[in-house]
T-cell receptor
Framework: DAGVIQSPRHEVTEMGQEVTLRCKPI?????LFWYRQTMMRGLELLIY????????DSGMPEDRFSAKMPNASFSTLKIQPSEPRDSAVYFC?????????????FGNGTRLTVT | GQQVMQIPQYQHVQEGEDFTTYCNSS?????IQWYKQRPGGHPVFLIQ?????EVKKQKRLTFQFGEAKKNSSLHITATQTTDVGTYFC???????????FGTGTRLKVLA
C-alpha cells in the first residue's frame, strides 16, 4: 500500500512568491490533516478535512494561507505571498476519519525555505 | 485553547538506561496517541490509549493513560541506540478528529 504522498520534498523560494504544497492521502482515508513543524513551535495543526470538507481551520496562521481538497485523493496548501517566517516542514497526514480512534499516517513532508 | 505539554524537552541517556517522558493536557482527552519521529523523518504512530488508567506494553515500551485522562507517560526500559528520536503524544477531545500534538521529548542514546 502506498502511504501518504507529498510533493515537492523540498521547496526553496523567494519572499513574495506563491508556494503550493500537494498531498495525496491513503486511498480510503476520509480525514486529511495539514501540520507545520518548526523548532520553536513544534507540530502545529493548520487545518483538517473530513470527507473533503474543511472542519477546522483555526490553526491557519493568516489569510496568506489557504487549503483545498477538491476530491478524496488530493489536497493543496497554498501560501501567497510567502514570507521567511513560513520556512518550516509541512506535513500532510490522513486517517480513517469515520473512526475517531484511527491513527494518523504522515507523509514524508515538504521542507519549505523562504529567502 | 487546548495545550499539550511534554517533559522533559531533551533527555540524554547511556545505552541500557531507562527513559520516561510525561505528557500533560490542559483539557480532558477522549484518547491519546503516541508517535516517534526519527531525525529527518516523519512522525510514526506507536500506540493509542483510550480508557482511564489504561496501561499498554510494546516490548520495552510501556504506555500509561492517567485516571483523569489528562496525562500520559511513555517509559522505555533498557534503551537502545535505535530508540533515538523525538517522542510525541497527541491528544483529541471527545467528538473531534483534532489531534493536538505535545511539545515532544527528544531522546539521545549514547553507546
Amino acid at each position: 500500500d502506498a502511504g501518504v504522498i507529498q510533493s515537492p520534498r523540498h521547496e526553496v523560494t523567494e519572499m513574495g512568491q506563491e508556494v503550493t504544497l500537494r498531498c495525496k492521502p491513503i486511498s480510503g482515508h476520509n480525514s486529511l490533516f495539514w501540520y507545520r513543524q518548526t523548532m520553536m513551535r513544534g507540530l502545529e495543526l493548520l487545518i483538517y478535512f473530513n470527507n473533503n470538507v474543511p472542519i477546522d481551520d483555526s490553526g491557519m496562521p493568516e489569510d496568506r494561507f489557504s487549503a483545498k481538497m477538491p476530491n478524496a485523493s488530493f489536497s493543496t496548501l497554498k501560501i501567497q505571498p510567502s514570507e521567511p517566517r513560513d520556512s518550516a516542514v509541512y506535513f500532510c497526514a490522513s486517517s480513517l476519519g469515520s473512526q475517531v480512534l484511527s491513527p494518523l499516517h504522515f507523509g514524508n513532508g515538504t521542507r519549505l525555505t523562504v529567502t | 485553547g487546548q495545550q499539550v505539554m511534554q517533559i522533559p524537552q531533551y533527555q540524554h541517556v547511556q545505552e541500557g538506561e531507562d527513559f520516561t517522558t510525561y505528557c500533560n493536557s490542559s483539557t480532558t482527552l477522549s484518547n491519546i496517541q503516541w508517535y516517534k519521529q526519527r531525525p529527518g523523518g516523519h512522525p510514526v504512530f506507536l500506540i493509542q490509549l483510550v480508557k482511564s488508567g489504561e496501561v499498554k506494553k510494546q516490548k520495552r515500551l510501556t504506555f500509561q493513560f492517567g485516571e483523569a485522562k489528562k496525562n500520559s507517560s511513555l517509559h522505555i526500559t533498557a534503551t537502545q541506540t535505535t530508540d533515538v528520536g523525538t517522542y510525541f503524544c497527541a491528544g483529541a477531545t471527545s467528538g473531534t478528529y483534532k489531534y493536538i500534538f505535545g511539545t515532544g521529548t527528544r531522546l539521545k542514546v549514547l553507546a
